[in-house]
């Protein structure tokens, strides 16, 4: 795990006993009190939700509330791991969430054994929440779950193996293509992995304007060849590799201009990079561990290299884009996301970078900037207002100042 031991990270954990926790808004100090927040209290504020349940949205903690469901189908390197072993990594979004975006979420892991299952448990759940984020289940699944979670829900559903990769990807992307000179138009894209990540990636670089993708599954390349496809992959395939490459990675790789890597560790060699175009662009970005190493990608000729790992110099995380867009659709109660959201979040991570600064080594912005989540989410909000999925409407700049103070105090005392 290089940059943290197993049994340090197994003792942090032990000792920590969970990373999220539930903390009272309100003080009860007298019966009065006790009264009021309790019974008979809670009274009056049921009988208004129960004549115009949008209330509950300003009576209670559903507009700041978000669910991370997930049944373990899909844990980062593991497949199904199994319900329970997804707590670690929902209990830790719901603590970045809070950190970086002030959303309350609660780790939700279920055993359902297949998406009909996690659609019923979630429109049971809606209720309790202002969005629901679909967390580490297997493709095509979480496909399935959010394109109809969507439709039924008056909520915004997200995924950040799908959302929040596709934003940090197209990003990462728009800032290298800066760097070597092409247009997204011009470029030959390549994306290793058609699971979620691979899949929303690829169609938000599409909407983005991109032509030349070209993505592969562990059995070569999706087109008509390719007889392990899925639906939804097959669906892609049909509007990818446009010049008809056929075989496998090794075919994809010629003359390409980026790699996106969302696969396993390893399975890219230093004869794949240099079968790529000059200044080619690697962003090798499987978890725990990148598909190469820095150190080979660079020995092969990569110009641009970025991964996962927070020790290496570009680090391209869901974490940079996922609390900004949670809170900037939060903040408008937008009732879906949008094409235009996600790409509006993508362009303000994007132009965080100051051109100035932009180098092979720093085409993302620092994890932890005070900018980040504030900028995102004004950015989502906005957007989110344009397209008219919002019911709350914001001037230009108060979901930007509103966030900061939620993160760090006072924006006029700064």
Request: hydrophobic share 45%; net charge negative; aromatic share 6%.
């Amino acid at each position: 795990m290089n940059s943290v031991e197993r049994n340090e990270a197994l003792e942090f954990h032990r000792k920590a006993r969970g990373k999220v926790q539930t903390f009272p808004t309100v003080n009860i100090r007298s019966e009065r009190h006790l009264a009021m927040a309790y019974v008979p209290g809670s009274t009056p504020v049921c009988e208004e939700i129960k004549r115009d349940p949008v209330l509950a949205f300003d009576y209670t903690g559903k507009a700041n509330r978000l669910a991370e469901v997930s049944n373990g189908s899909a844990l980062m390197s593991m497949g199904d791991a199994g319900a329970a072993a997804s707590l670690p990594v929902l209990e830790g979004k719901c603590l970045l969430l809070k950190l970086f975006g002030d959303v309350n979420a609660l780790p939700i892991a279920i055993d359902a054994k297949n998406y009909e299952e996690i659609m019923s448990f979630c429109r049971m759940l809606a209720p309790t929440v202002g969005g629901i984020n679909i967390e580490d289940v297997s493709s095509p699944s979480s496909f399935y779950v959010v394109r109809e979670l969507t439709e039924a829900l008056d909520i915004p559903i997200f995924c950040d193996d799908q959302q929040g990769s596709a934003i940090i990807i197209l990003s990462a992307v728009k800032n290298s293509l800066k760097l070597i000179n092409i247009t997204i138009e011009e470029a030959r894209i390549v994306i290793l992995g058609a699971g979620s990540a691979g899949i929303a990636a690829t169609e938000l670089l599409l909407v983005a304007g991109a032509k030349d993708v070209i993505v592969l599954d562990k059995s070569g390349i999706l087109g008509p060849s390719n007889q392990a496809m899925d639906p939804i992959q097959a669906a892609l395939s049909e509007k990818t590799n446009p010049r008809g490459v056929k075989g496998g990675l090794d075919e994809a790789m010629e003359g390409a201009d980026i790699l996106v890597g969302l696969s396993q560790s390893g399975i890219v060699s230093k004869e794949h990079i240099k079968r790529m175009n000059k200044h080619p662009v690697v962003l090798a970005l499987a978890l725990p561990e990148p598909e190469i190493s820095y150190d080979e990608a660079h020995e092969a000729g990569a110009y641009i290299y970025a991964s996962g790992r927070i020790e290496d110099s570009n680090t391209i995380l869901n974490v940079h884009a996922f609390p900004g867009l949670v809170r900037g659709a939060f903040d408008v109660r937008a009732r879906k996301l949008t094409n235009s959201m996600l790409i509006a979040a993508s362009d303000a991570l994007s132009n965080m970078v100051d051109r100035r600064r932009l180098s092979p080594d720093h085409i993302c912005p620092r994890f932890f900037g005070s900018e980040t989540t504030p900028r995102i989410a004004e950015a989502v909000g906005q957007a989110a207002i344009k397209d008219g999925v919002a019911l709350l409407a914001a001037p230009e700049g108060k979901i930007y100042s509103d966030t900061w103070n939620r993160l760090y105090g006072d924006i006029e005392h700064i």
